[in-house]
């Protein structure tokens, strides 16, 4: 059984930046890759990031060249960096453990999702 747990969402002004963070609880996060999706209001949940097992990262083109997606496989963790936030950023970020043929061109959510947490960002 895999368990995900994010935490570092707020509510932060324009141009700020936060942290999240991602703690996979089961032995899987080692050799598989990992993804954060964002859900915003009303919308449909999208991929934001990709990290494969040997740290080859893909990104969403709107967040690019502003989030950054890392992984700490000593402490079974997946980050990700958001700098220059932007109002339409606001939304439930999740982690997520991708399916064993998932690669960075390619993203598979598997069923493994934590309950999210939530990025706030006025204007």
Known sequence: Q????????????????????????GSIFRVNAMAWYRQPPGKVRELVAFISSDGVTN????????????????KNTVYLQMNSLL?????VYYCNVQRAVANPLTPL???????????????
């Not at 990104?59 to 989030?67: E, L, M, N, P, Q």
């Open 2 to 25: 895999v368990q995900l747990v994010e935490s570092g969402g707020g509510l932060v002004q324009a141009g700020e930046s936060l942290r999240l963070s991602c703690v996979a609880f």
């Open 59 to 74: 990104y969403a083109d709107s967040v690019k060249g502003r989030f950054t997606i890392s992984r700490d496989n000593a």
């Open 87 to 91: 109002p339409e950023d606001t939304a």
């Open 109 to 123: 959510p598997s069923a493994y999702w934590g309950r999210g947490t939530q990025v706030t960002v006025s204007s």
